[in-house]
């Protein structure tokens, strides 16, 4: 953890707590991220999967984004607490 500027937790069970909130901090900005492409290709992405997202509009996708700021804010708050 040192190679991304994190000072060395000590104990295991911090050293698996850090892991885990980097891990959700990585995974909920994935997410925002991926609804973000998804509602600017929102059209072709669509047709790409047409049996699968015929239901989908552009309010799942905030949907999506929410909660990816969800799971990021809580990754982030396990590595604020470390």
């Known amino acids: 953890m040192e190679e991304l500027g994190f000072s060395d937790p ?7 707590q850090m892991y885990i909130g980097l891990v959700g901090f990585a995974a909920g900005v994935w997410w925002i ?6 509602a600017v290709l929102f059209a072709p992405i669509r047709t790409l999967f047409a049996p699968v997202l015929d ?4 309010g799942d996708l905030a949907v999506l984004a929410s909660i990816g700021a969800v799971v990021a804010s809580i990754g982030g708050t396990l590595l604020w607490v470390v």
């Open 55 to 58: 239901w989908m509009d552009r």
């Open 33 to 38: 991220v991926l609804s973000g492409l998804f």
């Open 10 to 16: 000590g104990s295991p069970a911090h050293r698996i």
